[in-house]
């Protein structure tokens, strides 16, 4: 019964100016280190620094805390002292066009080949045509051409001799060649060979039988001819196309003598260029049987180079960070061109992806958003353990589709990944994921708060002043810096803890600097830092006044005077998110004979969670532990929340539960005009519960709007004393005795506090003191238990007697 209620100093832990030596931000030396993560800067120090297969890095911690801040700082920092990674090319394969070949070139080289490569063909475009018009190439071409035809018509005119000589002549008819017969240098028409006698038709069919072989075979040698020289003017091409390339291609070989992949490539580019020379003399492209261009391009096209990473302008390892990172852009991508109605593609079409740019240095990816893409997870760890990026599409990896397509040379990777993502994310990879484990060795955990002491005033005093600087903000005095640390520890719920979440620290700062340059300051001051906080609960309160509304129409029942038996404000915090609040619940018992059973409304109608449910039944344990340790529990009981219909979960109302099935058990009324908070274990001892802050302001705004009488307030865990950084009329109310907070250890203390009468402690018998609370209670369950007695004996008699 003396249990005073809590002191104004102990509802809200004031900065005292006194501890910040400085006037304005202005004073403050630039915030030099990453405030209170000094766990996470040696984890990123650390994986950052060992070059082992599977250390890459995992960072976690509330959104807001400045992982991607942090994260970019260190690689940034560490990035320039590091080896710029290499260029990779891809080029035209001309051993299988299908499979195009890349090549790893120094940092700046691959752009220096792609530009050689062009000037060549530009050169190559303008020496063959000239090489091909020279007057030496034209005399070749006609002595080869002559060669042939002088053989030609040479072996003709000998069997045309020779078929005169047998009076047959050779013909030429649009057919071909063709034998006929002749009498006096006229050609014999066939009337005329009927007429002849039988035997000189023989003579004659004999012999032009044996010139139409003889004809047949010239005609064949014709032929070979015909194939010999082409392959001489192809071979005449090629020497004239070599002369033409070879000492262009040659200064580029000297060029590149240490890369042999290099002198390959230009190798097998002077032999493709000296066997299409007449393309670049014609000016014709190659088409195919469906005359559409070959392969779907210019055969110029097979010469270019594909730079797909380009680190000319790299200085230092790169750092990339991947916003989107799907499938195809983290691995990179073969694109495709409308061509004849037609999808066509070549090795010009490979796209790089985040792991290319990467390559060599550090990737940064958001862990949620890439487990949200469709494979991209599994393609990371495929590549990562690989050590190797393979360009395949999905529809190549997953066997859906069975289409000629490229398949680009795998490049070697060697890359750090760093994921960042909250902290269920990483424990549900961790256990759910063995492959998480082998890849991604090293845990960046950060901090989301840290205990309040001279030199993290300090340190947070900079942070302030470097963020006031980077956003160019009005300077902020000492009132203002004090206020903004007063709010980072309600921010925390925790009067020893500072918040380490930068984003609503910025958000803050940036609202302050409105609403002080709306008011013409030039100086932000603690008013106006109160401003920004009264504003942003202004915008976010709308659902929290029409409930506490309703309370006051009374559409929801909550009493806040007078006395009732077995009724009890409870108090649930409700999560908008970004915004939370307190709101105050009738809680009611009921109490009669029953065989020990303490029902669960909430648990029966599937409205009460687990833990809910839990904290019930340590209730019902509680109740026999104390009351009935040697003798039957003889009650039912019901516990519910009244006006409730959603989902109660949590065990912070479970004193208040225990106070309402006490009273209703004692039969003792409790004070309507106090609300109660705190979960209870089965010793009677109160616990720690969350949300403090928000539950106490939500009951004393019922309160205030029907008008505080001095006889409000709410009981709390004395565990959550160091959690109270309530607002300021809510400690002006307690500093003018209008309304009140108590801190309690165990049951007995709420239940004086409720109900106004001495608990009573249990003396060596197991009794209580009689009139105390505790004593009321024994004594009715006593009551109930005799009845129980009464009434089983009273069945077991009438049993006997139906039996005999």
Known sequence: MGLKPLHPQQLYKRCPLTSLEFSTTTELNEHTNHFGQHRAAAALRFGIGIRKKGYNLFVTGIPGSGRHTMVHEFLNRQAPNET??????????????HKPVAIELPAGLGRKLRDDMKKLIEAVSVDIPAAFENENYKLRLEEIEDEIREQNEKDLQDLEKEAAAKNVTIIH???????????DGQVLGPDEFKRLPQDKRDLIQETVAELQDKLEKLVKRFVERKHLLRERIKQLNREVAEFAV????????????????????????????MDNAEVFHKKERPMTSLGLEREGQEISARYRINLVIDNHDTQGAPVIYEDHATYPNLVGRVEYRSQWGALVTDFDLIKAGALHKANGGYLILDAHKLLMQPYAWEGLKRILYAGEIRIESLAQVYGLVSTVSLQPAPIPLKVKVVLIGDPWLYHILSQLDPDFAELFKVMVDFEDRLAIDEDSKLQYAKLVGSIVREEELLVFDKTAVARVIEFSSRYVSDSERLSAHIRSLADLLREADFWAREKKHEVVTAEDVQCALDRQEERLSRLRDRLHEEIQRSTVLIDTKGKRIGQVNGLSIINLGNFSFGQPSRITSTARLGEGDVIDIEREAKLGGKIHSKG??????????????RL???????????????????DSASVAELCALLSALAE?????????TGSVNQKGEVQAIGGVNEKIEGFFDICKGRGLTG???????AANVKNLMLRRDVVEACREETFRVWAVTNVDEVIEILSGIPAGAMDDQRNFPEGSFNGKVCSNLNELMIIRQRLAKEISSDSQTGVT
């Open 84 to 97: 710029s990674p290499s260029d990779w090319i891809y080029v035209y394969n001309f051993d299988d066009m």
């Open 173 to 183: 008819t649009p057919a071909g060649l063709a034998i006929a017969p002749r009498k």
């Open 246 to 273: 070879a000492h262009l291609v040659d200064i580029l070989k000297s060029q590149y003598a240490t890369f042999p992949r290099v002198i390959s490539y230009l190798e097998a580019v002077k032999h493709d260029l």
């Open 616 to 629: 019930v039944l340590i209730l019902a344990s509680f109740l026999a532990d104390k009351y009935s340790k």
């Open 632 to 650: 039957p529990l003889s009650i039912a009981a019901s516990l519910v929340f009244e006006q409730s219909y959603g989902m109660i979960e949590g």
């Open 668 to 676: 003792v009324p409790l004070k309507q005009s106090l609300a109660v």
């Open 711 to 717: 006889e409000q307030g709410v009981i709390i865990p």
